[in-house]
Structures are given as structure tokens and as C-alpha cells.
């Protein structure tokens, strides 16, 4: 009854779409239109087989998983198939510096690691804290594997002391940077309405972010620590009281100095 109550809101979602569009004299293309359903593995196998929605007098077709502003999301979220795209592409760009590596200057494979490497990783980063340990720890390997190649070195050799040497963040320290920036955003301003709303003060005083700690969200599964909400509020909470106030730029710059001293 619940898949048909939500079938049912969705369509008159899409028809109301269908009708403004057209009124605004906008065009939507029904043939390369696809819907996706998010749920856990058990909830998708009590799903019909064939959800039929349609759009413009056309039926769209269910996909496993969609592309949105470039990342590839799955029914459950793993986001398998897009870190096989960051490990695919953080390889073979790594194989590309590997190549001319003997002829460039330090300095310069410095550079093309923190501007063709990390770039892979940290887009939508992020999305990827939310994915499960194992993973984030193929984005880790990976991106060991990318760093080692660029500087020549051997496949299982340890890449620790070119991070330590040149002050880098790994994976998870850059994407936690990136989570605790938006906390920021959502505590002090600005950022999205729909984010803020997520974040609630445990002792329910006004939003003013003066070292009141944060409630995180309950959940029931492990899953549910995987949130923005719960997993940004544990972050903000272990912070140091001292860096809470700072501007959004001195927050950043200290967020980094305290996540490479752990």
C-alpha cells in the first residue's frame, strides 16, 4: 500500500512537471528520462518487479543506477560503481605522470598530483563519506597506489612520508575538512536551507553555534551514522571548542591542522 500511496504521488508530481513545463513552453525529453528507487537490499526484493510511471504518455524505465552532476548513485548507496570510476581514473592518470616523471623537476610532479590526483578523490567527497568501510578503503588504496606511481615508486612501497613531506591530507582527512566546512555553513551561514534544518542543538537553545553541542539524529541501523546529519554533528561535537567561532577561512585552515596532527 505504501509503494502504491508513493507511485501515486510521484506520478502526479510528474504530470504537474509535464504541465508547467509545456505552459512555460520548455520541452522534456521522456525518452531519456529515468527513475531510480533508494531503499535498502531487503526493501528493494519486496518491490515489484515492474513500477510503471509515465511521463508524457510514455513509460520510464527503472534503472539499478542513475548519474547525477557526474556521480554515479546505486540503489543502496554503496556507490560501487563510481569509486570503480575514481580508481580507474586516478590509475591511469597516475600512469600518465609515472611516464614523464624521470624528466620533471619535483616541484612539478608536487604539482600535477594535487591538481590531477586529488581532484579525482575530492569531488563530491563528501557524497562518498556516507559510502560503507570497505569502500572507502578502496579510495584509500587507490590513492596510495596513484601517489606511489607518480614518484616512481614500487607498488606495495609506503607513500606515508610523501604525504608527511609535503603536508598533504589523505582521502577521509580532506573529506572531513570538506563535511566540517558545510557544518560551518549550515551553523553560521551561508548555506542551503534543506541542510540547516537538519542540524539541531541538544539543549534546543537559539542557533548561535556558541559551543552548544549538537543533537545528532537517533538511528536504528549502522546505515543511519552514515547520514550528514548524524555523522556532521559527531564531527562538529569532538572539535575543539576554540575553533568553533573562528571565521569560515581561519576554520579551514585550522580544520586542516588539527586533522593532520591525528
Known amino acids: 500500500l505504501q509503494v502504491a500511496n508513493g507511485m501515486a504521488v510521484l506520478q502526479d508530481d510528474l504530470d504537474r512537471l509535464s504541465s508547467w513545463m509545456d505552459r512555460n513552453y520548455l520541452a522534456l525529453n521522456a525518452k531519456k528520462t529515468q527513475f531510480i528507487t533508494f531503499a535498502g537490499k531487503e526493501i528493494l526484493k519486496k518491490l515489484p518487479v515492474h513500477l510503471n510511471i509515465n511521463l508524457l504518455g510514455q513509460s520510464i524505465s527503472r534503472s539499478s543506477c542513475v548519474k547525477n552532476l557526474g556521480v554515479q548513485m546505486d540503489e543502496t548507496l554503496q556507490f560501487d560503481k563510481h569509486i570503480d570510476q575514481v580508481v580507474r581514473s586516478s590509475t591511469r592518470a597516475a600512469f600518465a605522470i609515472r611516464s614523464a616523471v624521470k624528466s620533471l623537476p619535483l616541484s612539478t610532479v608536487e604539482e600535477l598530483v594535487r591538481s590531477l590526483i586529488f581532484p579525482i578523490f575530492d569531488y563530491c567527497n563528501v557524497v562518498f563519506m556516507s559510502a560503507p568501510h570497505a569502500q572507502l578503503d578502496r579510495l584509500r588504496k587507490a590513492e596510495n597506489l596513484a601517489v606511489r606511481l607518480c614518484y616512481g615508486r614500487r607498488k606495495y612501497d609506503s607513500a606515508s612520508d610523501i604525504f608527511t613531506a609535503n603536508d598533504w591530507l589523505r582521502y577521509n582527512q580532506r573529506a572531513q575538512k570538506q563535511q566540517l566546512s558545510m557544518m560551518h555553513r549550515c551553523l553560521f551561514g551561508p548555506a542551503p536551507p ?31 551514522r552514515r547520514r550528514f546529519a548524524y555523522s556532521g554533528s559527531v564531527a562538529w561535537n569532538n572539535l575543539p571548542n576554540g575553533l568553533k567561532l573562528l571565521s569560515h577561512g581561519s576554520f579551514c585552515g585550522s580544520i586542516k591542522e588539527v586533522l593532520a596532527a591525528e
Open 194 to 224: 534543506y541542510l540547516t534544518r537538519m542540524i539541531e542543538f541538544s539543549l534546543g537553545s537559539a542557533r548561535n553555534g556558541d559551543n552548544v553541542p549538537l543533537r545528532p539524529p537517533r538511528v536504528r541501523q549502522e546505515v543511519g
